[in-house]
T-cell receptor
Framework: NAGVTQTPKFQVLKTGQSMTLQCAQDMNHEYMSWYRQDPGMGLRLIHY???????DQGEVPNGYNVSRSTTEDFPLRLLSAAPSQTSVYFCASSYQLGRDPYGYTFGSGTRLTVV | AQSVTQLGSHVSVSEGALVLLRCNYS??????LFWYVQYPNQGLQLLLKYTSAATLVKGINGFEAEFKKSETSFHLTKPSAHMSDAAEYFC???????????FGKGTKLSVKP
């Protein structure tokens, strides 16, 4: 089925470990983004990309790294995990940045716990 | 700068009662507006959207929302709540030609039998 695929669905890390959250879409969307969701905070933008080779920071980028080598994939790297990064992470994509009448398509999320 | 305010982090209704979830926005340009629903342990799903066509927008599962420019509001309603409507609902505004979708903090809807 067409959509946004995130892996893994669950992950437990120890403080200081690194890992990569995977995100792939098969809708040929130019725009992709990563959000984190914390109780009472809504969705906060971490990083986003308007096309292959182009990335930019969002509201809460510290401690995270991204790259966009293909249109389909947009991995999120945690460089040195901290307990404050315990959260649910969502990847989203759409046809364009800004005033996209189709809105975003979201993945099902990755629940990350850092101990 | 654009922003979204959802009034009430928790709303509780009885099954069969009216659902009203409030959303106010600020936008320097004519907005696109969205409501998303998130069921427990799932991602966000588009419920409905306003993109400058009809001001009354109908979405999935019997929900609708009305765009009121004078009140800068885009409240979500459903005439009769069902137990399956229990979820968290997010209002979002699309900015101008450059800029990411801006989300409200969400409203968790509980439905009592």
């Amino acid at each position: 089925n067409a959509g946004v695929t995130q892996t893994p669905k669950f992950q437990v890390l120890k403080t200081g470990q690194s890992m990569t959250l995977q995100c792939a879409q098969d809708m040929n969307h130019e725009y992709m983004s990563w959000y984190r969701q914390d109780p009472g905070m809504g969705l906060r933008l971490i990083h986003y990309s308007v096309g292959a080779g182009i990335t930019d920071q969002g509201e809460v980028p510290n401690g995270y790294n991204v790259s966009r080598s293909t249109t389909e994939d947009f991995p999120l790297r945690l460089l040195s995990a901290a307990p404050s990064q315990t959260s649910v992470y969502f990847c989203a994509s759409s046809y364009q940045l800004g005033r996209d009448p189709y809105g975003y398509t979201f993945g099902s999320g990755t629940r990350l716990t850092v101990v | 700068a654009q922003s979204v305010t959802q009034l009430g982090s928790h709303v509780s209704v009885s099954e069969g009662a009216l659902v009203l979830l409030r959303c106010n926005y600020s936008s320097s340009v004519p907005p696109y507006l969205f409501w998303y629903v998130q069921y427990p342990n799932q991602g966000l799903q588009l419920l409905l959207k306003y993109t400058s066509a009809a001001t009354l927008v109908k979405g999935i599962n019997g929900f609708e929302a009305e765009f009121k420019k004078s009140e800068t509001s885009f409240h979500l309603t459903k005439p009769s709540a069902h137990m399956s409507d229990a979820a968290e609902y997010f209002c979002a505004v699309s900015p101008g030609s450059q800029g990411n979708l801006i989300f409200g903090k969400g409203t968790k809807l509980s439905v009592k039998p």
